[in-house]
């Protein structure tokens, strides 16, 4: 598997295949803490909650994830609150998880850890 933080998002307007189970586990060895779960339509996504000291720096995280996201084309679903962040990855335009999803989560790790 190479570096999902030298690869960039690629555009995905559907047609193109999710990942199946095993490609889904090769990926998540390569982004630390992200769960794999299924959402009630049975579609596979990435999650991952995040913890902070106080909302501000909650909020400052989610806003540096916004910018990653805009720079990628890729935009999860965020909520957050006070001390927390929960981030949920999928590509929607094909309804499951691609390689995209890998790469957001790697690109959203390395700016938590900055």
């Known amino acids: 598997m190479s570096d999902l933080l030298s690869k960039k998002c690629v555009p995905c307007e559907g047609g193109a295949v999710p990942l199946d ?10 982004v630390d803490g992200w769960n794999i779960l299924k959402n009630k339509k049975n579609i596979y996504f990435l999650e991952k909650k995040f913890l902070f000291k ?32 929960n981030i949920n990855i999928t590509t929607h335009a094909i309804e499951g998880l691609s390689e995209n999803d890998f790469i957001l989560a790697a690109k959203i790790d390395k700016k938590i850890s900055v």
Not at 57 to 83: A, L, T
């Open 21 to 30: 189970v095993s490609e889904i586990h090769k990926y998540q060895k390569s």
């Open 54 to 85: 106080n909302f501000l720096e909650s909020q400052n995280f989610v806003v540096k994830v916004g910018k990653i996201s805009e720079e990628e084309g890729h935009h999860p679903d965020i909520s957050f609150g006070w001390g927390y962040a």
